[in-house]
C-alpha cells in the first residue's frame, strides 16, 4: 500500500486550505451574495455564524481527517466501524461533485475575462457598455463549454500531481500572489466618490433587511468561506502532520478569509456606487464591476490582465481542493491510480457542467428558470450551498460531539496545540450550538419557523 503523503510545512497547508475559500468564495461569491443578501446585516450574521460554526466545524473535520488518515468516506468508517456513516462521506462527495461542476463555470467565465483583457475590451467604452458585455459572455453557449473544459484541464493538471508537488507547491506562488494585488486594487479603489457608501453598504447593518433567505445565505456563505460541509478540510487534514496545531490554524485561517471576503466586498461595491450600477447583481458582479475601475487606472491592459489571471490562480487553489476530495475517496475506495481518478472526476464533473455552463443561453432545458424559479446554475449553487453543505455540516458535528472517541478527539485537538483550554468550549459548540443553528435555520428556510421575528 502506497504511504500516505502529507504536506510539506505548516505553511504550506494554511495556504492551501486559505486557498480553498479565498478563491471564487471571496472574490466572487461573497460580494455579489451581499448585494442580494441586505448588505450589512448579511456581513454581521456571516461573521457570527463563521465564529459560532465555521470554525468549530473546521476543526471538527480536521480532527477527523488527521485521526483516520483517510479521505471522507473512508474515514467516519474507520472511526465509528459502521457502514451507515459512509453515507455521511458520500454526501460530502456529491456535494463537491455538483460544486465542481458549476465553479468551473464560474473560472471559466474568469479565463475569458484574460483573454479579453489582452485584446483591451474596455478601451474606448463607457462604463455602461463594459458592463453590458458579461451578458455577451453570459449568453455565449460554446465559449462557456469550451472555457470550463478548459479550466477543469488546468485543475486536473495540478491535482494529477499529488499534494506537495501539486496542491502544496502552486498554493504557495499563488495565495500570497493574489492577496497583494486584491490589496493593491482595494487601495485603488478608496479615493473612488462611492467608498463611502460602500463602506456603509457593507459594514453597517440594517436589520429589517433579514429574511429567512439572508439567514440561510449567511450560513452557507460561512461553510463556503471556510470549505466545511464538503469534506475538503477533512480531506486536507488527513495529510497534515501529527504536530500541526489544529485551533491555531483554524483561527488563522478563518480571520484570513474574512478580511480577504470583507476587503474583496469594498473594492466591488466602490465601483458599483461611485457609477450607480445596482447592488444586487448577481453571479456576474465581479465581471461587470472590476473591468470599469480597470478602465479607469493607468496601465489598463497590464492589471486587468494580470487580476484575471491572479484570479484564475486563486479559483485553481478552490477548485483543487475541490478536486482533491473526489479523488481521494475514488482511490481509497475503489483502489484506483491517482491518474485515473483525476481523469475521471475531471470528465464526469465536465459533463454534468454542461447545463450550467449554458444557463445563460437558454439552449439547454430553457422551462428550467420557469419550473424552479432559478436558471440550472442557479439551482445547482443553491441546493449544494443553502442544503448539502449544512446537511454535511450539521451530521459531521453530530459525528465529532457525540460518536467520535472522547479520548481521541481529545488527542487531536490538543496535541502540538497551546490552545488546550478551548477544548471544553468548542466540543459544547461542537455539541449543542452547531446542530441546533443549523437545524433552526434549516427550519426557517422550510417555512416552519421564523427566525426574523428575533431581530
Known amino acids: 500500500m502506497t504511504e500516505r503523503e502529507h504536506w510539506g510545512s505548516k505553511l504550506g497547508f494554511i495556504l492551501a486550505t486559505a486557498g480553498s475559500a479565498v478563491g471564487l468564495g471571496s472574490l466572487w461569491r461573497f460580494p455579489y451574495v451581499i448585494g442580494t443578501s441586505g448588505g450589512g446585516a448579511f456581513v454581521l450574521l456571516y461573521l457570527f455564524f463563521t465564529l459560532l460554526i465555521g470554525i468549530p466545524l473546521f476543526i471538527a473535520e480536521v480532527l477527523v481527517g488527521r485521526s483516520a488518515q483517510k479521505s471522507s468516506v473512508e474515514a467516519y468508517f474507520t472511526l465509528s466501524r459502521s457502514y451507515n456513516w459512509r453515507i455521511l462521506g458520500w454526501l460530502n462527495l456529491a456535494t463537491t461533485f455538483i460544486v465542481l461542476s458549476y465553479y468551473s463555470v464560474v473560472s471559466g467565465w474568469a479565463l475569458n475575462y484574460t483573454l479579453m483583457s489582452i485584446n483591451q475590451f474596455t478601451k ?58 486584491l490589496f493593491g486594487l482595494f487601495l485603488f479603489s478608496m479615493p473612488l466618490p462611492g467608498f463611502g457608501q460602500a463602506l456603509e453598504f457593507t459594514l453597517a447593518p440594517k436589520f429589517s433587511s433579514i429574511d429567512s433567505s ?43 478569509s474574512c478580511i ?36 479607469e487606472l493607468p496601465g489598463t491592459l497590464l492589471i486587468s490582465t494580470l487580476f484575471f489571471s491572479l484570479f ?39 459533463i454534468f457542467g454542461i447545463p450550467s455552463a449554458l444557463s445563460g443561453s437558454g439552449l439547454l432545458f430553457p422551462e428550467w428558470p420557469l419550473l424552479y424559479g432559478k436558471t440550472f446554475f442557479e439551482t445547482m449553487d443553491y441546493i449544494a ?71
Open 124 to 181: 474606448g467604452k463607457s462604463p455602461d457598455e463594459i458592463r453590458s458585455i458579461w451578458t455577451a459572455v453570459y449568453s455565449a453557449a460554446e465559449s462557456s463549454v469550451f472555457w470550463q473544459a478548459v479550466f477543469l484541464s488546468l485543475t486536473g493538471g495540478v491535482v494529477y500531481s499529488g499534494i506537495r508537488k501539486g496542491i502544496e507547491y502552486w498554493s504557495q506562488i499563488f495565495m500570497p500572489a493574489l492577496i497583494l494585488a
Open 214 to 256: 439572508c439567514i440561510l445565505n449567511a450560513l452557507g456563505m460561512a461553510f463556503w468561506t471556510l470549505s466545511v460541509g464538503m469534506g475538503i478540510i477533512l480531506t486536507y487534514g488527513s495529510y497534515m502532520n501529527p504536530e500541526d496545531d489544529i485551533p491555531k490554524t483554524g483561527m488563522i485561517i478563518a480571520l484570513i
Open 260 to 295: 480577504v471576503s470583507v476587503i474583496a466586498a469594498l473594492m466591488i461595491f466602490s465601483v458599483v456606487f461611485s457609477f450607480g450600477f445596482p447592488a444586487s447583481s448577481g453571479p456576474g458582479l465581479i465581471f461587470q464591476t472590476l473591468p470599469v475601475l480597470f478602465a
Open 312 to 350: 484564475i490562480f486563486a479559483a485553481l487553489t478552490s477548485s483543487i481542493s475541490i478536486l482533491e476530495v473526489l479523488v481521494a475517496n475514488l482511490i481509497e475506495v475503489f483502489d484506483i491510480s491517482r491518474h485515473r481518478a483525476t481523469c475521471y472526476s475531471c470528465a464526469a464533473a465536465f
Open 385 to 455: 450551498s443553502s442544503w448539502m453543505m449544512p446537511l454535511g455540516g450539521i451530521f459531521c458535528a453530530i459525528f465529532v460531539g457525540w460518536f467520535m472517541d472522547r479520548r481521541k478527539a481529545l488527542q487531536e485537538f490538543t496535541q502540538g496545540s497551546s490552545w488546550r483550554y478551548l477544548y471544553t468550549p468548542w466540543l459544547f459548540c461542537i455539541r449543542w450550538l452547531v446542530p441546533l443553528a443549523i437545524i433552526i435555520i434549516i427550519l426557517q428556510e422550510a417555512e416552519v419557523v421564523d427566525v426574523t421575528k428575533l431581530f
